[in-house]
């Protein structure tokens, strides 16, 4: 077995500069490649409307309906209690003026800087760089992290494996850090980490009986500043279950998330969740690689756990980090037995959800850095280079589902921001079909509609609407006509199939069209009118549906056309017979009014 220590010499990072080698060149160009494509991805896929939670968990608090007090923050949400991820995320939404993308890009940068500490961790470990150490970017940058990427409510996720990240850059320097910068940075890191939700502690434990470790370990210590880092060290480990005692008062399991079913759904569960670090391509890549992806992924853990084992029982001196890096792969595999407890009863395949992708890669990472540090000798690489292929294989078809997943959800958040922009009411908003899919469940009929019109009347963003006006007069001309003279806003007709039609500036919401049609001469045959309706590209005008259709025996009458829908162009056919007729007014209703008789 060897024992790489230039973690702990800096030397070899002070010397004569010298020319970036090819690996060096290669990493860093993997690093900014991966970069610049995730955030094409959000630029092209990520929308500025509410998706999911954020309706529940952030929405409120960004329109001052919930006061930002710890009382709100600590309420719980799903089985989380993510006090660190909303105060992050409100305030982020705050700096960005209300754009629900600054979370998303937040997300990404943030994974940026996590790959960009562990290639130069890996570099300071064995002071120089590997080709294979581009797999932190393509692990932590790849666009399977898309329902991450994508949303911004995800940043407890992103925060949660920055802090287990931060921890494994400690623990790797081991003993080469002072005492006090090791048990500060440690126990802070520590101590927010159930502030994140529910991964957070599930990681706890295994951390916290590390710096326990480090803390004897520096109490035994003649210096004044080891000893005064163990008392630390020993304070925040007393804190941190203290916190997660608070954390389980009042604390429900929601319905939703299904029963024990028994160890080997449990199991099976933390396996997928362990796979799912890779990305989707690690459950149907290659036609189907599960469940030999799930082989795979823990036998990568376990062979570095074993020459860490090892290396903490012979090594004293490299026992301290050692046993950091074995305890922070026994932590990824707690969270991933309570992913499993806690979601094998909503069937197989639920550790595999996008979801919890990110979650699951530091232990890969994990595994990685610890057998570049105590590789047997003669199998140095061994586990970096499975990885690194593994994590090659999985890229493509990861950007493929990630494409074709950003590409339907960009088709669906469009055509909500159309019927937002457009003025629809909240109550045919939550009717839409694709409400249910950005979180408007229309099972919760009065909450989520008074969200969106909170968001109207402080006028954010995409829901700028606060000062719509009730009834629109549409001052436009018919901008095409069929057997018709047009005149000054009177018609002759000259053919058997007479019709204008309407083109709006722009999709509108229309509760009604009020229109007043009068016919000249006589009265002694009624005219069948005729109208009909449509938002161009979503649907045509039809005889089916879309329509109204009824009989005028006046010389002039006042008409409401029952749309209830987004339109852009109306279709009038003011008889079946040649007749001279006059549209005198023609008006866009948006709000309804018991008072006015609409045709039905």
Not at 407 to 413: D, L
Not at 511 to 537: N, V
């Amino acid at each position: 077995m060897t024992m790489n220590l230039a973690m702990g010499d800096d030397r070899t990072l002070l010397g004569a500069p010298t020319a970036p080698s090819g690996p060096a060149l290669f990493t860093w160009a993997a690093w900014g490649a991966s970069l610049a494509l995730a955030l094409v991805y959000v630029g092209s896929f990520g929308k500025n409307v509410p998706f999911r939670d954020e309706w529940e968990a952030t929405v409120p608090f960004l329109t001052g309906e919930y006061p930002l007090t710890f009382e709100r923050l600590w309420a719980q949400h799903s089985e989380h209690r993510i006090v660190l991820t909303r105060l992050v995320q409100v305030s982020l939404m705050r700096l960005g003026g209300g754009d629900f993308r600054v979370g998303m890009y937040f997300n990404v940068s943030l994974c940026a800087a996590i790959a960009a500490a562990l290639v130069r961790a890996a570099r300071r470990l064995r002071g120089r760089y590997a080709y294979q150490d581009a797999v932190f970017p393509l692990l932590l940058l790849q666009v399977g992290h898309y329902e991450t990427f994508l949303r911004g409510d995800t940043v407890g996720n992103v925060l949660g494996t920055a802090l287990a990240c931060v921890l494994l850059l400690i623990i790797l320097r081991g003993c080469a850090a002072t005492a006090l910068r090791r048990a500060a940075l440690a126990g802070a890191c520590l101590l927010l980490l159930p502030f994140c939700g529910g991964n957070g502690i599930c990681l706890a434990p295994a951390f916290s009986a590390w710096l326990v470790y480090a803390a004897i370990a520096d109490l035994r210590n003649r210096s004044r500043g080891d000893r005064l880092a163990g008392l630390l060290e020993l304070g925040a480990i007393v804190m941190l279950y203290i916190i997660i005692y608070i954390y389980s008062i009042g604390w429900q399991k929601p319905t939703w998330a299904g029963t024990y079913q028994g160890l080997a759904p449990v199991m099976r569960t933390a396996l997928e969740f362990l796979t799912a670090g890779l990305g989707p391509a690690a459950r149907s890549g290659f036609g189907s690689t599960w469940p030999y992806s799930g082989a795979a992924v823990p036998l990568l853990m376990l062979l570095p756990a074993g020459a860490l084992a090892a290396a903490a029982w012979r090594w004293r001196e490299e026992r301290l980090r050692a046993l950091g890096l074995l305890l922070f792969l026994a932590a990824f595999t707690s969270l991933a037995l309570g992913v499993g407890y806690g979601r094998a009863g909503m069937g197989p395949g639920i550790g595999f959800f996008p979801h919890y992708a990110l979650l699951a890669t530091p232990a890969l990472c994990g595994a990685y850095l610890a057998w570049e540090a105590y590789a047997p000798r003669g199998f140095a690489g061994l586990v970096g280079a499975a990885i690194s292929t593994l994590a090659c294989m999985c890229y493509v078809p990861n950007l493929y589902e990630a494409w074709s997943v950003g590409t339907a959800r960009r088709a669906i958040m469009n055509a909500f921001e159309e019927d937002v922009k457009a003025g629809m009411p909240p109550r045919k908003l939550v009717q839409r079909p694709h409400a249910t899919v950005i979180g408007l469940y229309s099972e919760l009929p009065d909450l989520l509609p008074s969200r969106v019109r909170t968001l109207r009347s402080r006028d954010i963003n995409q829901f700028r609407r606060a000062h719509l006006m009730p009834v629109v007069p549409l001052r436009i001309k018919p901008a095409a006509l069929h057997d018709i003279i047009w005149k000054d806003g009177a018609g002759k007709a000259t053919g058997h199939d007479p019709y204008l039609i309407y083109r709006f500036p722009k999709p509108q919401y229309a509760w009604g069209i009020r229109l007043t049609c009068s016919y000249e001469g006589h009265m002694d045959d009624p005219a069948a009118f005729q109208a009909f309706w449509k938002l161009s590209g979503r649907n045509e005008f039809t005889e089916g549906e879309r329509t109204a259709v009824f009989t005028i025996r006046e010389n002039e009458r006042e008409i409401i056309l029952p749309i209830d829908d987004v339109i852009d162009s109306l279709r009038i056919d003011p008889d079946v017979r040649p007749r001279d007729f006059r549209i005198s007014r023609l008006e866009l209703i948006r709000e309804p009014d018991p008072s006015l008789s609409v045709l039905r």
